[in-house]
């Protein structure tokens, strides 16, 4: 690249070329701005430009049904694709059709000049291949939901990871949709045609993991009264998704990691080696790199899993999406037979406001209670809150999640709390006050499990049995009477 190198912009907005003029000549490019395709296409064919930059929609034309034109004239032209039609569709179109790179609208300048440094100065050419694209593909069919900044940067990756065979782990709250994503990178990847089987690691007694997953033999065990295939064998040719992967016990990790890096396994009871065309995607809501520490977790297996990392926004990080969500909700609970619901201004700020700790499928579920409990049309804040609350606060007062690791329930609470207090922080001092509330109970608990025995409940903690004592009096802990 020389700084005279030449970049045709095509966008029919006249402030985004004005800005876009500017920002690329003051690093030294020489700028070619159009509001037409038509005439993007004259200077493509006259070999003029070094790099394009296109709106999707234009006037007279698509800039997605250009690129394949673009490309088979000069098909070493790299071409940036912007578009405010920010769907996941849109982005796998872009990609599909061999942009180099999609950015949605609004765009951060700073990453835009980033990219067209990045397209300039690339050695390698650029290889995509042009897809043969399912124009019968309906955007409101897309499980996706949102156009958050967030959720663009997920359709990003989701784009480039969709006619690749890497191992993909997606890790996200609960409730946050990480299945629908597994889904999707399946649906539309290489291996649509093909079988896509889902198993939740956390819902299948331990011991029979293995069997789940690779089959077993006649008489391999006590039950085994006939031959069974697993998961494996029936997603050959498509897509395996394990999720809540750090559920696996260990034994049936070690045999994961053989089939990732061998290709191939045997059923549990079996000596016969077979072959394994599967995609692996995996999920997760817990650390798995807190769980390798705690010696939970296979680091090779992480290592081999985690090829490409995708983590799911929690909905109160993307509020801007809670209205498109709610529009399709109330849309699907209708196309299911329920009463077609609105929310009204009021009761939109309310969905707004609130933390959503259950995420995605809180709101789901709160859309079908509120379409099958309430008579009205228009449902008020007055209502949703009534709903809203009341169920959050019987759900506090009911479940204790015994699966839930401390610091899960610690970031748990945490998020809830600053959720509460999302436009005032409260006073300084937050670290010792957490350190403070956790090491109460903790001691308490501790002493009252040892009958007061602080020797005891020292040893226990791996304190020194002074400073023990010495935290009880500045903690005020009440003494059990009894052995001290």
């Given at each position: 690249?020389?700084?005279?190198?030449?970049i045709l912009v095509a966008d029919d907005d006249k402030a985004i070329r004005t800005v876009l003029n500017q920002a690329l000549s003051r690093l030294g490019y020489v700028v070619k701005s159009t509001g037409t395709a038509s005439n993007l296409w004259q200077w493509i064919e006259e070999g003029v430009g070094d790099l394009v930059i296109t709106d999707v929609v234009m006037p007279d034309d698509n800039g997605l049904d250009l690129l394949p034109r673009i490309l088979a004239v000069r098909?070493?032209?790299?071409?940036?694709?912007?578009?405010?039609?920010?769907?996941?569709?849109?982005?796998?179109?872009?990609?599909?059709?061999?942009?180099?790179?999609?950015?949605?609208?609004?765009?951060?300048?700073?990453?835009?000049?980033?990219?067209?440094?990045?397209?300039?100065?690339?050695?390698?050419?650029?290889?995509?291949?042009?897809?043969?694209?399912?124009?019968?593909?309906?955007?409101?069919?897309?499980?996706?939901?949102?156009?958050?900044?967030?959720?663009?940067?997920?359709?990003?990756?989701?784009?480039?990871?969709?006619?690749?065979?890497?191992?993909?782990?997606?890790?996200?709250?609960?409730?946050?949709?990480?299945?629908?994503?597994?889904?999707?990178?399946?649906?539309?990847?290489?291996?649509?045609?093909?079988?896509?089987?889902?198993?939740?690691?956390?819902?299948?007694?331990?011991?029979?993991?293995?069997?789940?997953?690779?089959?077993?033999?006649?008489?391999?065990?006590?039950?085994?009264?006939?031959?069974?295939?697993?998961?494996?064998?029936?997603?050959?040719?498509?897509?395996?998704?394990?999720?809540?992967?750090?559920?696996?016990?260990?034994?049936?990790?070690?045999?994961?990691?053989?089939?990732?890096?061998?290709?191939?396994?045997?059923?549990?009871?079996?000596?016969?080696?077979?072959?394994?065309?599967?995609?692996?995607?995996?999920?997760?809501?817990?650390?798995?790199?807190?769980?390798?520490?705690?010696?939970?977790?296979?680091?090779?297996?992480?290592?081999?899993?985690?090829?490409?990392?995708?983590?799911?926004?929690?909905?109160?990080?993307?509020?801007?999406?809670?209205?498109?969500?709610?529009?399709?909700?109330?849309?699907?609970?209708?196309?299911?037979?329920?009463?077609?619901?609105?929310?009204?201004?009021?009761?939109?700020?309310?969905?707004?406001?609130?933390?959503?700790?259950?995420?995605?499928?809180?709101?789901?579920?709160?859309?079908?209670?509120?379409?099958?409990?309430?008579?009205?049309?228009?449902?008020?804040?007055?209502?949703?809150?009534?709903?809203?609350?009341?169920?959050?606060?019987?759900?506090?007062?009911d479940q204790i999640n015994t699966n839930e690791s401390l610091s899960e329930s610690i970031e748990r609470h945490l998020s809830s709390y600053f959720a509460a207090h999302e436009n005032t922080l409260p006073t300084p001092g937050l670290y010792n006050r957490v350190l403070k509330e956790l090491e109460r109970p903790l001691l308490a608990l501790t002493l009252e499990a040892t009958q007061g025995n602080q020797l005891r409940a020292a040893d226990l903690l791996g304190l020194n049995r002074?400073?023990?004592?010495?935290?009880?009096?500045?903690?005020?802990?009440?003494?059990?009477?009894?052995?001290?």
């Open positions: 690249m020389t700084d005279a190198a030449c098909p070493n032209l790299k071409v940036i694709v912007m578009s405010a039609r920010n769907t996941l569709m849109t982005a796998v179109q872009a990609n599909e059709r061999g942009a180099f790179e999609y950015l949605p609208k609004p765009f951060d300048l700073e990453a835009l000049k980033l990219v067209v440094w990045k397209a300039l100065n690339s050695e390698e050419e650029n290889t995509k291949k042009n897809q043969e694209l399912n124009n019968n593909i309906d955007e409101t069919e897309l499980p996706l939901i949102g156009r958050s900044p967030a959720m663009q940067e997920i359709y990003r990756v989701m784009a480039r990871l969709m006619s690749a065979e890497l191992t993909v782990t997606i890790s996200g709250e609960s409730g946050t949709g990480k299945e629908l994503i597994a889904r999707a990178l399946h649906e539309y990847g290489k291996r649509g045609d093909g079988p896509f089987v889902a198993i939740n690691m956390a819902a299948i007694p331990k011991e029979l993991i293995e069997s789940e997953l690779f089959g077993h033999e006649k008489g391999a065990f006590t039950g085994a009264t006939v031959r069974s295939s697993g998961k494996f064998e029936e997603a050959q040719g498509g897509t395996l998704f394990l999720d809540e992967i750090g559920d696996m016990p260990i034994e049936a990790q070690t045999r994961l990691l053989r089939v990732l890096q061998e290709g191939e396994y045997t059923t549990v009871g079996g000596n016969r080696i077979i072959k394994a065309n599967v995609r692996i995607i995996t999920a997760t809501h817990r650390d798995l790199r807190l769980l390798i520490r705690q010696g939970l977790f296979r680091e090779d297996l992480y290592y081999r899993l985690n090829v490409v990392p995708l983590r799911i926004p929690a909905l109160r990080e993307r509020k801007e999406d809670i209205s498109d969500l709610v529009s399709h909700f109330c849309l699907q609970a209708a196309e299911g037979g329920l009463p077609h619901k609105i929310i009204d201004k009021e009761g939109m700020l309310l969905l707004q406001e609130y933390s959503w700790p259950g995420n995605v499928r809180e709101l789901e579920n709160l859309i079908k209670r509120l379409s099958v409990l309430y008579a009205e049309q228009t449902i008020t804040r007055e209502t949703i809150a009534k709903e809203l609350y009341s169920s959050r606060q019987e759900l506090d007062n002074n400073t023990l004592r010495k935290k009880i009096k500045e903690l005020e802990i009440p003494v059990v009477k009894g052995i001290k």
